[in-house]
C-alpha cells in the first residue's frame, strides 16, 4: 500500500493518540508505531499519559528491548518533549486517555500530527464527533484510524461515512478485530513480533508509513518557539 518510510534527519516529530472513548485501542497503536519507530532505526520516545499505565505495564513485561517507554504526570508534558527533542530523540508518541479533555487538548496542542482511532460503531462515532471538534480547534494534521473492524457487513461502510460528514481525514488503513493484537500486548510485545507475517502486522506496518508520511513537513511547535526565542520574539 506504501513505500518503506522513515522520519530521516527531521527535527522532532510528535504524534498524539487521542480518542474521549476507551477501549478503542490507542495503546495498542502507540506501543505498536513505537516498536515499528525504532526497528526502523529511529529514536523514539513513548509517553504514557493515561492512569491506568497500560503502555507502562506493556514495558514492564517486555523487558529491555525496544523503545523507551516513560509514564510522566500531563503538567510535565511540554517539558519532557522539549528535553526530548535536545536529547536527540527523533520521535515522540503520546498516549492519552480517554474522558479527559484538558489532557487531550494539550496532547494535541503539542501534536504533528493526531490519530483518532475509532471503532465502526455508534457510540465511538459519537465520541469521535467530540475529538474531532477538539482537533479543529487547533487546525492539526489528523486522521481517524477504524480499530476492531470486523471483516464482514456495513459497519465499516457506515463509520467511513460518519468521518467523511465530519470532514476529516480517514486513514486508508483499517485495523482488523484480529486475535493477534491482543495477544501480542499481553506478553509485551507488538503484532509485528507476535506474528511478523500475519495480516495484523502488515496493517500495523502501513499505519506506520501513513504517520511517517503526514508528519514528514509538519512545522514542529518546540522547535518553532526555541526559534522565536533566538529571534528574540516572544
Not at 24 to 50: H, N, P, S, Y
Not at 79 to 85: D, R
Request: charged content about 25%.
Amino acid at each position: 500500500m506504501f513505500d518503506s518510510y522513515c522520519i530521516g534527519e527531521a527535527l522532532l516529530k510528535i504524534i498524539s493518540i487521542i480518542s474521549q472513548k476507551g477501549g478503542v485501542g490507542k495503546t495498542t497503536l502507540a506501543t505498536a508505531l513505537a516498536v515499528e519507530a525504532t526497528r526502523r532505526g529511529q529514536q523514539c520516545l513513548l509517553l504514557d499519559l493515561d492512569p491506568q499505565a497500560s503502555a507502562t505495564f506493556w514495558n514492564d513485561n517486555r523487558g529491555d528491548d525496544g523503545p523507551a517507554v516513560t509514564a510522566i504526570p500531563p503538567a510535565r508534558l511540554e517539558h519532557v518533549l522539549k528535553a526530548s527533542e535536545e536529547a536527540g530523540a527523533d520521535l515522540v508518541i503520546i498516549d492519552t486517555p480517554p474522558f479527559a479533555k484538558d489532557i487531550a487538548y494539550d496532547a494535541a496542542k503539542l501534536a504533528d500530527f493526531v490519530l483518532i482511532p475509532a471503532k465502526p460503531a455508534v457510540l465511538d462515532i459519537i465520541a469521535m464527533t467530540r475529538t474531532v471538534d477538539l482537533i479543529k480547534a487547533f487546525s492539526k494534521r489528523a486522521a481517524v484510524v477504524l480499530t476492531f473492524c470486523p471483516p464482514s457487513g456495513r459497519e465499516v461502510g457506515d463509520a467511513e461515512e460518519a468521518v467523511a460528514q465530519l470532514g476529516i481525514a480517514l486513514c486508508p488503513v483499517r485495523i482488523g478485530n484480529r486475535i493477534a493484537y491482543s495477544r501480542a500486548q499481553q506478553t509485551g510485545q507488538v503484532a509485528q513480533e507476535y506474528e511478523a507475517q500475519g495480516k495484523a502486522a502488515e496493517e500495523l506496518k502501513h499505519l506506520y508509513d501513513y504517520t511517517c508520511i503526514h508528519i514528514a513537513e509538519a512545522p514542529n511547535d518546540i522547535t518553532e518557539q526555541k526559534t522565536k526565542r533566538a529571534l528574540g520574539g516572544h
